[in-house]
């Protein structure tokens, strides 16, 4: 079996994940896995599927049908997944939103050698002032020696100079 992964971007309307769908299934291809939203108003994502080597051009063809859709769609060969070893930690972050957030919690993370398996963000309104919240949602997988406790000291130094609160949680290796 063949695993590619879809990039989708185009403007958002009903209908485009069907489009998708459509394409992926009259390809062969069974849709595994998938992240789409909304993103400044665009329809944005990326899709896992898995079909057979054959049925791979027929995958683009159908795509192309999408493509006209008003649904860029790119297909790139998914890695194989290598059951990577390394704790797994969530990590949360509220506060004040200002510029240079996720550069300093990523610089944090990289001096760790951290890898980031998902990393969601968004903004929110603070319910008494309205000012903007900014929050942080993310899935680390730690390398050797390196534990949850190393990860909570790094991202604490940096936390008084950007103002956020930080919680992290051990998760289930996947």
């Known amino acids: 079996m063949a695993t590619l992964i879809l990039s989708v971007i185009g ?11 459509d394409a992926v299934l009259s390809a062969g291809g069974n849709w595994l896995e998938s992240h789409l939203s909304r993103l400044g108003g665009l329809y944005v994502g990326s899709v896992r599927v ?39 930690v969530s990590f949360s972050l509220v506060g004040q939103d200002r510029p240079g957030i996720v550069r300093q919690v990523t610089g944090a993370l990289t001096v760790l050698d951290v890898n980031i398996d998902a990393f969601e963000t968004r903004i929110s309104a603070e319910p008494y002032s ?13 390398p050797a ?30």
């Not at 403007?11 to 769908?21: I, K």
């Open 50 to 88: 898995e079909l057979t080597p054959e049925h791979v051009e027929a995958l683009r063809a159908a795509v192309t049908s999408v493509d006209v859709q008003g649904l860029d769609v790119r297909i790139a060969p998914a890695l194989e997944d290598t059951g990577e070893a390394g704790e797994v």
């Open 11 to 21: 403007s958002d309307r009903p209908g485009l994940t069907q489009a998708l769908a």
């Open 130 to 142: 309205g000012a903007p919240l900014f929050h942080l949602e993310a899935r680390l997988r730690l």
């Open 145 to 174: 020696g390196v534990t949850a406790q190393d990860v909570q000291i790094a991202l604490e130094a940096i936390s008084g100079e950007i103002m956020v609160d930080i919680s992290l949680m051990t998760a289930e290796a996947h």
